[in-house]
């Protein structure tokens, strides 16, 4: 078996370097193709090391760009490669334009698709990683899910659950493996070495990126308005290149870099950056894996986002959603600061993100489906069977396999009382209404 991972951005390499590393463990054969679309080393070189994985076999070299631009290249880069490599599935992560493009090339391939963090819904259709990873559970043959409230998502979408594994996310694969390393060794960033972070407290980690942040004048006033308030934390900013650039085309980089209690430096390493976020009184954010590893490290989380893909950080309570106003974000940040219970209750918060075996059950999966041959994608020979939608209470002692193998169907939605649930194959089925798909 041959499997093909794409990815193009700081997160993807952090999230698929478990997996990668799964694979190079079990002897499979595999190709890692970057598709260049994060270049600076801070943001991409960096991570194969800090990881420990092999720098990437290809590199398409997209850089930045327009949407279209840097999706239509990586289209074109990724097809010719596949063509070459004919590998049997390729993975894809999250919601990028890798994603989008990966899973848009294999679809017109035949190439089966695993995509890895499926099933996120933000049901925001202005931001384009809604979008890509939409597009790209469309095109995909396996899910990777993270949670069962992002498989639910993807049951209600139509997909099949036959296809859909609960794995947890990586990123907590990556934490737990990533930050006891960080902690022996230090910080080794030059530029929190010389802040001397170990002797600090209070520590507000922020990051930011967002379009729909950073790439409007307004919300980058009321963010940094806040930030100006809280002159008692020590504010660590490791500034994203797009958040930088916005910054300085707004004229607001040196107003913020003049704060004394901010200190913005470059992106930097996993490990150091890790070992700031286990250290940090509380993480001030927009991005997606930071809210992940945030309940993952028991540290309270503020996202400077109105809606989040990951919803089951805010229902464990771990973290609060303050879009970019700035009553909300000193509220709820000098409360985490002066509230001890409130502070404690955010850490608590149970993390949804599994056990950090994420990486191992996605690969068991793969290679269950490679030796059943279900990887092998091609036009029907067989007349389609057709199948009629239908919906029953359930009232015996039966499981889902049972029920599917009895009825010669296949359950597509679950409802325990009013809560949609996920159906694995030993669920037991009294007392649930479900619908499900009969062969005529
Ligand atoms: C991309 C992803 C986003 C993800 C983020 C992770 C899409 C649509 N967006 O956003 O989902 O959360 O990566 O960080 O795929 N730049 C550099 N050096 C680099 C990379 C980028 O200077 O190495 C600058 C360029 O000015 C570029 C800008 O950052 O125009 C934005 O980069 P881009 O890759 O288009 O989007 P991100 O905001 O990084
Ligand atoms: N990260 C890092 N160095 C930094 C900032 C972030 O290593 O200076 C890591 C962080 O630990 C997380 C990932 O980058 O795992 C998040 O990436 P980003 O915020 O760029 O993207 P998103 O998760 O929003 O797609």
């Known amino acids: ?50 990881l420990e994985i092999p720098a990437p076999d290809y590199n398409i070299h997209v850089g930045s760009g327009s949407h279209g631009k840097q999706t239509g290249l990586m289209m074109k880069g990724i097809e010719e490669i596949l063509l070459d490599e004919k590998p049997d599935i390729v993975l894809v992560q999250g919601d990028t334009n890798a994603v989008l493009a990966g899973a ?30 939409r597009v790209a559970d469309v095109c995909s043959t396996m899910y990777f899910i993270p949670t069962e ?12 659950r036959k296809n859909l594994f609960i794995t947890g996310n990586t990123v907590v694969d990556a ?32 990051t930011m990126h967002r379009a729909e942040n950073v790439d409007v004048k307004e919300r980058v006033v009321s963010i940094i308005g806040a930030l100006k308030e809280l002159s008692d934390m020590n504010i660590i900013f490791p500034i ?52 992940e590893e945030a309940i993952t490290l028991d540290v ?85 069977d057709s199948f009629e939608r239908k919906m029953t209470q359930v009232n015996d002692d039966i499981t889902v396999s049972e029920f599917e193998q009895k009825e010669d169907a296949l359950i597509h939605m679950m409802f325990d009382g009013e809560k949609m649930r996920f159906p694995t194959d030993e669920t037991k089925l009294k007392g649930m209404m479900i619908t499900y798909d009969k062969r005529k």
């Open 1 to 50: 078996m041959k499997i093909a991972t794409i990815l193009g951005t700081r997160p993807e390499i952090i999230k698929m370097a478990p997996i990668i590393a799964e694979i190079n463990e079990r002897g499979i054969d595999q190709i890692v193709l970057h598709t260049g679309q994060h270049y600076d080393k801070e943001m991409s070189d960096n991570f194969f090391k800090d």
């Open 104 to 133: 848009l090339v294999c679809g017109k391939l035949h190439i089966a698709v695993g995509h890895v963090e499926a099933g996120l819904r933000s049901f925001d259709m202005t931001m384009p990683e809604e979008i890509n990873r």
């Open 149 to 160: 409230e992002s498989a639910v998502n993807l049951l209600a979408e139509g997909f099949s």
């Open 175 to 206: 934490c737990f493996r990533h930050l006891e390393i960080a902690k022996k060794r230090g910080f080794e960033e030059q530029s929190l070495k010389d802040l001397d972070i170990d002797s600090m407290d209070n520590i507000l980690t922020l």
């Open 240 to 291: 994203h290149p797009r958040t930088k650039h916005t910054l300085e085309n707004f004229g607001l980089f040196d107003e913020l870099n003049n704060l004394s209690h901010v200190h913005i430096v470059k992106p930097i390493g996993y490990l150091d950056f890790l070992l700031l976020t286990s250290k940090s009184t509380l993480i001030l954010t927009d991005s997606g894996g930071l809210q």
């Open 300 to 384: 309270p989380a503020l996202t400077l986002r109105y809606n989040t893909e990951r919803p089951e950080t805010v229902t464990a309570g771990g973290n609060i959603l303050v879009g970019s106003n700035m009553d909300a974000i000193i509220e709820n940040a000098r409360k985490i600061l002066d509230d001890e219970e409130f502070a404690d209750k955010m850490k608590n918060a149970l993390n949804p993100y599994g056990q950090g075996n994420a990486a191992q059950k996605t690969v068991d999966a793969i290679e269950k489906y490679y030796d059943e041959g279900i990887l092998n994608i091609s036009a029907p020979e067989e007349v389609m």
